[in-house]
């Protein structure tokens, strides 16, 4: 039989030709903002300055770090989505998802999805059985600011962050009296959002409640291309018309926050977020079971609680934290047992709860010198139990204390360098880790221009998770940790013209991650985890953000593109493994985001567009097949609303078109994905 | 001022105009599969069924010609434009038909082994694992989770009901002796189920080591089978056991313990039915009569993972899998009875089951 060695794909060539074509539409958009700076520099009376804090403050603890934030303008145009669509839609961060509504999981600078931390208020939200977290159950809402530090920045908050951290932040505005907001939505699938929040308070405490139900039953119709009733005479293939079934979700939770000012030297805050999510996860479409089998339910219960007191005097701050994170799962599936449909053959369950524990004490002798002390103490307990049906329950249960302190001066020197120098040393119940030491550089090259020049080297390691060690069937022991060596190097620019604020930022990095950790199946039955690969992930960040007024217009531009390299540099197994110098699966050497938002009197805009390059799904990079690898993904999406404003009331009114081309599309091998959507938002604030 | 509301307008409109729809699936589709060619598959050739990796769907089915030694890997895909599906099983050939297993997409696809072109298929199962033909008219399935051995008929590929197992949720490898038909039960089970092939129902027991998986008969009707020690869920688990086990009285007669710090698995039976082969980290030849195990294997390990193993009912000729990474396609060794190496190669991600055309 002839194997074609390249298969002939047009439409992915006809999108490179695309992607040539996308820095041109950049350009497109950058006579415009030199002219509106032109024009506004002769028309003094209508000046009307951009409000635009800058991004870059050149604070000396965080030399040489890179860091980004969320924009705000994403974070409210992404209020009733979940982390998931935020990070992937405006950050160089990759997120893979399984579908809509189901798990989603990060790669940030090409490492697995355990590499990268998510922090809420200075608790992990990372499950100590998987090391990950599922981005689409953190509901954007719940969050008023999301920080990013990329590569070894993280180590400033804790170790592990192989690709980085994503800290979710809590804010107070001590100036509210009472406040509040309804957002309702409706959407396509049978889909309903509700958000709500509350805010009350003085100068002295304020309380911020905020509440979320996201519920869907998910169920779009899709045409199943991986079966098909083959008229036997004309060799015509029908393709099945189906519903994305057993994809349902409901997510809903309440946050309770409270912050107290006794003084102006204390701030005493609590935080408390109870989360219920339950869904089902499809079967592959490849899937000819009957009635309920393979069915499945996913429900989660989660309590989160933090207590925090800052202590802020002339020279130091210090700042006390402990908080919980219990997550209690089970997951069920059917199957078709005796004839009898829907039968329980799976029924896991975990009780998972962390206990967080920081102090963090600042010194600042002057403006040119800090020093950080910080201890952090956590201690982690898993009880996992499998009951199995017809035989013995198995599991496992069991505790990790981890605890780490860390040390580090900043210094500025001169007006223009600045530099930072931190110690980590973590213990692992009793076990000492190696020292992780980060070395920070920054120079503002330009004495009158915010230019800046960052570097910075890292060593970090990465510990495997409870599930890692411990898991039955499969869980390895003997386990090394991961151990990464980062170094990055980049440049910063900072303008503001009269009309329009730019900031743009280009990062290289290069990281060696040895020991790396991967499941893999056995002829036991069941997949067991190793220290596998040796992995040298390298690549660019780039990151621009353009935002301008002109008359009653304002502008925002926000892209991001990522140069992903994510090599198996690993020993090969034998002589005919193919996966030395390859990408590892399912990390795109490109991807981009592109936002572009329009306002004018209550009006507004905004065009959004995501692309990835293709995955591979073999660690061979082989594109024999279609089943060797996925087309790039092109995403656009718009979304269109009026505001109105009567005294302090607010209402909003927003259409959210998803998927504007009514693509078929699929993101992994065989999962069906949405053609267009729309979403229907009212707001009310008050 | 005017001017660059237009502009910015414009801009709009260009960018929505620039980024359209570029995931063409159907293009994508089309341009992978390679059309029905009037192929032949040779008379002599072995058909390899690639599991894929779990949930992805990425099974393939590979042939391999013993004689050109060419190997046509994707084969299914290829040629009726559908992949196989999420994890491949295990595949029985009845006259002219394949019948491939397809564990977790509940389904058997039926190929012609002539031209490897879709027949039809048996839907509705729950986690398909072997097939066995009673008859013509009647074949058995076992399965995983289903405590039940569903009966379908192999002509019409309709389902035509069940035998049930109770207490025995995962059913695995079947072998026929007279109307008598013996069923391991593998997944945290240690006995093999008698069956009566006449009415479709158990008639007994008979209780081995733990987890017996692979079973053969031998050239004296005496069976063989290969426990691999681990209840599914511990890890701690048993000890792995090879066992022969007297059909007629149930008693076991002979009882060698295996490695069980090594994956214990695929036993088969050569040509003359008369030396086993299995996997324990190496590849194992033993002779029915032998009374210990033996001293040296067939095939050394150099520090891989053999998946799984063939033994051809022809020639007796053995064929390994080694699944490299289990995240690229995998090889595939073939020896000579004696272990002398004749062919190497590459077939489908987890080369997992080999089934010879005869």
Not at chain 1, 302 to 320: D, G
Request: glycine share 8%; net charge neutral; proline share 4%.
């Amino acid at each position: 039989m002839p194997t074609k060695p390249e298969p002939d794909i047009q439409a992915p060539r006809f999108c490179i030709g695309f992607m040539k074509r996308l820095p041109l539409l950049l350009l497109l958009l950058i006579p415009f903002c030199q002219e509106l700076r032109a024009q506004s520099l002769s028309d003094t009376l209508k000046i009307k300055e951009v409000r635009v804090v800058s991004k870059h403050l050149q604070k000396k603890e965080e030399a040489g770090l890179i860091r980004s934030d969320v924009d705000s303008i994403a974070m409210i145009k992404a209020l009733n989505a979940t982390l998931s669509e935020l990070i992937s839609e405006n950050t160089p961060i990759f997120i893979k998802t399984y579908g809509r509504g189901a798990l989603a999981t990060a790669s940030f600078r090409g490492t697995a999805p355990s590499h990268t931390q998510v922090e809420w208020n200075g608790i992990s939200l990372n499950s100590p059985m998987l090391g990950m977290v599922d981005f689409s159950t953190i509901p954007v809402y719940f969050i008023d600011k999301v920080s990013i530090l990329h590569g070894s920045g993280s180590l400033t908050e804790k170790s592990g962050a192989l690709g980085g951290t994503i800290n979710l932040q809590s804010d107070v505005d001590w100036s509210n009296h009472f406040s509040g907001s309804v957002l309702s939505g409706v959407g396509s699938y049978r889909s309903y959002d509700e958000f709500f929040q509350v805010k009350a308070g003085n100068r002295k405490i304020q309380s911020k409640t905020k509440a979320f139900l996201s519920q869907s039953a998910n169920d779009f119709p899709y045409r199943n291309k991986f079966i098909a009733t083959i008229d036997p005479k004309t060799g015509k293939y029908i393709y099945p018309k189906q519903r994305n079934k057993n994809a349902d979700y409901r997510n809903y939770g309440i946050l309770q926050e409270i912050y107290i000012r006794p003084d102006d030297k204390d701030v005493i805050s609590g935080h408390y977020w109870y989360q219920h999510n339950s869904r089902s996860i499809p079967q592959l479409m490849t899937n000819e079971t009957s009635g309920d089998g393979g069915v499945n339910r996913q429900t989660d219960q989660i309590h989160r609680a933090v207590a925090e007191w800052n202590h802020y005097s002339n020279k130091t701050t210090l700042k006390v934290s402990s908080g919980l994170n219990f997550d209690k799962m089970n997951y069920w599936l059917r199957a078709n047992v005796n004839g009898t449909s829907g039968q329980v053959v799976v029924d896991s369950w975990s009780n998972a709860q962390s206990w967080f524990n920081k102090a963090l004490f600042t010194y600042r002798e002057s403006e040119d010198f800090s020093a950080t002390a910080g201890i952090d103490v956590d201690r982690y307990q898993v009880r996992s139990q499998n009951y199995a049906p017809l035989a013995n329950n198995y599991g496992y249960h069991k505790t990790r204390l981890e605890s780490s302190a860390h040390l580090q001066v900043s210094k500025k020197f001169g007006k223009r360098f600045t530099s930072t120098f931190l110690v980590r040393q973590d213990f692992y119940d009793s076990q000492a880790a190696p020292i992780m030491p980060l070395l920070g550089l920054e120079y503002k090259l330009l004495a009158n221009g915010n230019l800046y020049l960052k570097g910075n080297v890292a060593r970090n390691y990465h510990q495997p998770s409870l599930n890692d060690l411990y898991y039955i069937p499969g869980g390895n022991p003997d386990l090394k940790p991961e151990e990464g060596y980062t170094g990055d190097l980049g440049l910063t620019w900072e303008k503001s013209y009269t009309h329009l604020h730019l900031y743009t930022t280009l990062t290289a990095y290069s990281s060696k991650i040895d020991n790396w950790i991967i499941w893999l199946p056995t002829n036991k039955g069941y997949w067991e985890p190793s220290n596998m690969k040796k992995v040298d992930a390298s690549g660019l960040e780039y990151q621009l953000s353009l935002e301008g007024d002109e008359g009653p217009w304002h502008w925002h531009l926000n892209g991001n593109y990522a140069y992903t390299r994510s090599i198996n540099r690993d020993d090969p197994v034998n002589w005919a493994d193919q996966s030395i110098g390859k990408q590892l699966p399912f990390i795109p050497k490109h991807s981009a985001n592109l936002s572009a938002n329009l306002s004018r009197q209550g009006y507004h805009l905004t065009y959004q567009w995501n692309y990835y390059s293709e995955r591979y799904t073999t660690t061979s990079n082989e594109k024999t097949t279609s089943l060797d690898y996925l087309y790039p993904y092109f995403m656009n999406d718009l979304f269109a609303g009026k505001d109105w404003n009567w005294k302090t009331y607010r209402l909003g009114v927003e259409l959210k078109i998803f998927n504007l081309f009514n693509e078929e599309y699929r993101t992994v091998l065989q999962r069906p994905m949405p053609r267009r959507n729309y979403s229907l938002l009212v707001r009310f604030d008050f | 001022m005017k001017r660059n509301v237009l502009h910015i307008s414009a801009a709009f409109f260009l960018l929505s105009l620039f980024l359209t729809g570029c995931m063409n699936d159907n293009a994508w589709i089309d341009a992978h599969r390679q059309g029905q060619s009037d192929q032949l598959l040779s008379d002599a050739g072995v058909f390899i069924v690639n599991e894929g990796n779990f949930m992805s769907g990425n099974a393939t089915l590979s042939f391999y010609d013993k004689a050109t030694g060419k190997t046509s890997n994707n084969l299914f895909y290829s040629t009726n434009g559908l992949p196989l599906g999420d994890v491949g099983e295990s595949m029985s050939i009845l006259d002219s038909l394949g019948y491939i297993a397809i564990n977790n997409s509940g389904k058997i696809y039926v190929i012609n082994t002539e031209t490897g072109k879709y027949s039809g298929k048996i839907t509705g199962l729950t986690s398909p694992r072997y097939i066995h033909f009673v008859s013509k008219q009647k074949a058995y399935v076992t399965d995983l989770y289903a405590s039940a051995i569903t009966i379908f008929n192999p002509v019409t590929f309709q389902v035509t009901g069940n035998i049930p197992t109770p207490g025995h949720a995962s059913t695995e490898q079947m072998v026929q002796i007279g109307h008598t038909l013996y069923v391991t039960c593998w997944s945290a089970d240690n006995t093999i189920l008698k069956i009566d092939t006449e009415n479709d129902s158990v008639t007994g027991e008979i209780k081995v080591g733990t987890q017996p998986k692979s079973m053969v008969k031998d050239k004296n009707n005496q069976l063989w089978v290969l426990c691999d020690g681990s209840f599914g869920g511990t890890t701690s688990g048993g000890q792995a056991e090879l066992q022969q086990v007297n059909p007629e009285t149930g008693q076991i007669e002979k009882s060698f313990a295996l490695n069980s710090d090594n994956i214990a698995s695929d036993l088969t039976i050569n040509a003359a039915r008369d030396t086993l082969c299995f996997i324990n980290n190496d590849v194992w030849q033993m002779p029915v009569t032998a009374s210990q195990l033996p001293a040296a294997p067939v095939l050394k390990n150099p520090g891989t993972i053999y998946y799984s193993l063939g033994v051809d009912p022809d020639n007796s000729d053995i064929y390994v899998s080694d699944a490299i990474d289990y995240l690229q396609r995998g090889l595939v060794y073939r020896l000579t009875a004696k272990g002398v190496p004749v062919d190497t190669l590459k077939t489908g991600i987890i080369p997992g089951f080999f089934c010879f055309k005869q």
